[in-house]
């Protein structure tokens, strides 16, 4: 094992905290009097990428290969430097990390990072070779088979490795085999249960399973939401979920409405006598015990037992979103056509028929209109 000269172990401990910009500096210091120290140029190399001077880190890498040409640490660090900033190149990084797993093939990061750029470099060669504007749907297993392999190995030399599992799944998105990816996000939320991107996928899945109604679907995205909380798919899932839930409110209010229609027989049926008007005060009255249950069942109690990520996310959702908002209006609106109908001692039918079309005609105008915002 190489012993660090105490400047590097220094540096190294800075590192460690995330202080690169003063481990970088005292790395300067460090090699402006030893400028063979191997550790002290990759070490200050990293530093570079994570202030985000990539340029700087290049050459760092380009001064520690030519202390130690075959160094498997500094092509993982030339190779790093490659694929990061605005000049990244992963055609460049190829080369490089072929000459990394040749250095070390007994280390998962070689074949990881390796498996990352064929597979990148291999679709873009097939892609340039066909004249394909943009690739297709299937048939590209083979083209991926060599990066396939190199992932696998890196999975066998690092199964605990996060970033073996994600080049992994990335490669079997490239060649959409939904199989593949859902086995290795299983996987890797194994071994990170907090993993934004597999959890988003792993809880869409579950939230569009067949069967799966809004509410319960709401109730899985805030359970991943609480996992990772700054996921904004896992966000828009829920709001997607959170939207779906208040359109069925308005199912409460129209039904609402039918029963109010019901009650009072608004439109003639050939053979049925209709009732004599105005109805009874007890008959008006009683019209609100349905429409009390069908809410407490409907919505309160529905409300209640949903996780409190997502009734926080109701409330959340109303405020920023417009649409939510027009569905509630929508309801209320609904609702209170369906009261007026019901409790006012009418004569006749005539305005009482006006009020109910009036609570449907503009729910039922935007009930199709509105549902793409649920996806």
Known sequence: MTTLHPTVERAQALIDFERHDQARDLLARHLAEV?????????????????????????????????????????????????????????????????????????????????????????????????????????????????TNLAAKALQLGPEEVYAHEVAIQIASFALDAEAVDRFDRALLRIDPTHAEALARQTRKAARAPGVKAAEAADLYA??????????????????????????????????????????DLFAVEGKVQRELPLPLGQRLWYLVPMTVIWLVGALLRYRRRRAGV???????????????IVLGQAAWAMLCALIISQVPWTARTLPQVLFWAGLAPTFATVWFDRPRTH
């Not at 009734?311 to 405020?319: G, K, P, T, W």
């Open 35 to 147: 400028p063979d120290d191997l550790s002290a140029w990759i070490k200050i190399g990293y530093c570079h990428l994570n202030t985000g001077q990539t340029e700087q880190a290049r050459d760092a890498a380009s001064q520690a290969l030519k202390l130690a040409p075959a160094d498997y640490g500094a092509f993982i660090l030339r190779a790093q430097s490659l694929t990061r900033g605005a000049g990244s190149s992963w055609r460049e990084a190829e080369p490089v990390l072929r000459e990394a797993v040749r250095a070390d093939p007994g280390h998962w990061l070689g074949y990881a990072m390796l498996a990352d750029a064929v597979s990148r470099m291999s679709l873009i060669r097939h892609a340039q070779a066909n004249n394909l504007k943009e690739l297709p749907r299937d048939g590209l297993d083979a083209v991926l088979c060599e990066a």
């Open 223 to 264: 359970s991943g939401l609480a996992a990772a909380p700054d996921s904004t798919d896992l966000q828009r899932g829920l709001d997607q979920a959170t939207y779906r839930m208040l359109r069925g409110v308005r199912w409460l209010a129209l039904l609402c409405v039918g029963l109010a229609g019901a009650m009072l």
């Open 311 to 325: 009734r926080l996310n109701v409330q959340s959702l109303i405020r920023r979103h417009r649409w939510s908002r």
